[in-house]
């Protein structure tokens, strides 16, 4: 695959996907569907492994299955470490979510003082495009 859909975030954690499920080899893989289409989500998985397993893709998966709610509760807090060790670089941003006032804050601060994304910000992240069209409709 060339081009957009490379830089597609749903296919970017379909291929990670994959590659855990090669690494750990299950028979049936539980996948919380990132993407609307949950079953073009696990044909996404599926044709990127080289050995074929059961996917069975569903959106709202750490509601029915219990292997995925547990994996849920690790990377919950794997991602509230990760945010930890950003805070210590780089001061308090909340909690790194687009419904958090004090990132909001701490983003349209950044933007204002730095003129730039802080560096562990997707610039195409919708939230961050947000504020930079904000700030330059203020000016």
């Known amino acids: 695959m060339k081009g957009r859909k490379l830089r597609k975030l749903n296919y970017l954690e379909a291929l990670t996907m994959a590659s855990v499920i090669e690494e750990l080899k299950p028979d049936v893989a539980y996948v919380d569907a990132s993407d609307i289409n949950p079953r073009r989500f696990g044909s996404q998985i599926l044709d990127a492994l080289e050995t074929k397993v059961k996917i069975t893709s569903s959106h709202r998966a750490d509601s029915t299955y219990p292997v995925?709610?547990?994996?849920s509760i690790i990377a919950k807090v794997s991602r509230d470490r990760e945010i930890d060790k950003l805070k210590a670089r780089y001061g308090d941003m909340g909690s790194g979510y687009p419904s958090d006032d004090k990132t909001i804050t701490f983003l349209r601060e950044w933007l204002s003082?730095?003129?730039?994304?802080?560096?562990f910000v997707r610039r195409s992240w919708k939230t961050w495009q947000n504020i930079c069209k904000k700030t330059l409709d203020e000016y």
């Open 113 to 119: 003082a730095k003129k730039t994304a802080p560096p």
């Open 68 to 71: 995925v709610s547990a994996a």
